[in-house]
T-cell receptor
Framework: AQSVTQLDSQVPVFEEAPVELRCNYS??????LFWYVQYPNQGLQLLLK??????LVESINGFEAEFNKSQTSFHLRKPSVHISDTAEYFC????????????FGKGTKLTVNP | DAGVIQSPRHEVTEMGQEVTLRCKPI?????LFWYRQTMMRGLELLIY????????DSGMPEDRFSAKMPNASFSTLKIQPSEPRDSAVYFC??????????????FGPGTRLLVL
């Protein structure tokens, strides 16, 4: 069975500062990894995903995440955040085979202050 | 393409009443998931279907909750009778298995349920 740990429940930063949201997973098999974003009063939107190939994946709005198999991590980074990035971010994992379920972390609330 | 559609978007009801939440998955998707989100418990998977068949309902809290998927384009989640502790945001998500998308789930906007 998989599990996901998001170490920080809340991350406050100033606008234009860099940010890293941490995600560690546990699995005995190969995995797919996801980051979802939830803006206030909205559903979850896929931000980026790692399926295979390059371990560095990017989103269209400047976020990137790197799959590190040895450290079982998939941290999300952005070099310069905007006020509009304020949202809750969820890391999720699924194994390559078997169940269709995604296992989600508890989320990290990112607040970008002016 | 239309995303996952959920109705109603908001529901306010009184304790003891029946509540029915509806979901239309993305056309062509063959897996459907029902989640519940609360401040206390976060995001919880209630049940999921594959090809209209319930595969895992271990997250359904109790017999008051039931879910059906009569066809590939429609699913319902019913709570009867409803209780104040059922107040939450309920999300539906869908995915397409076996296409190289790696089990990516696409979420609807949610139904915000308040049971008084």
């Amino acid at each position: 069975a998989q599990s996901v740990t998001q170490l920080d429940s809340q991350v406050p930063v100033f606008e234009e500062a860099p940010v890293e949201l941490r995600c560690n997973y546990s699995s005995s098999v190969s995995v797919y990894l996801f980051w979802y974003v939830q803006y206030p009063n909205q559903g979850l939107q896929l931000l980026l995903k790692y399926l295979s190939g390059s371990t560095l994946v990017e989103s269209i709005n400047g976020f990137e995440a790197e799959f590190n198999k040895s450290q079982t991590s998939f941290h999300l980074r952005k070099p310069s955040v905007h006020i509009s990035d304020t949202a809750e971010y969820f890391c999720a994992v699924s194994d390559l085979f078997g169940s269709e379920k995604l296992v989600f972390g508890k989320g990290t609330k990112l607040t970008v202050n002016p | 393409d239309a995303g996952v559609i959920q109705s109603p978007r908001h529901e306010v009801t009184e304790m003891g009443q029946e509540v029915t939440l509806r979901c239309k998955p993305i056309s062509g998707h063959n897996s459907l998931f029902w989640y519940r989100q609360t401040m206390m418990r976060g995001l919880e998977l209630l049940i999921y279907f594959n090809n209209n068949v319930p595969i895992d309902d271990s997250g359904m809290p109790e017999d008051r909750f039931s879910a059906k998927m009569p066809n590939a384009s429609f699913s319902t989640l019913k709570i009867q009778p409803s209780e104040p502790r059922d107040s939450a945001v309920y999300f539906c998500a869908s995915s397409l298995r076996g296409t190289g998308q790696g089990k990516t789930q696409y979420f609807g906007p949610g139904t915000r349920l308040l049971v008084l």
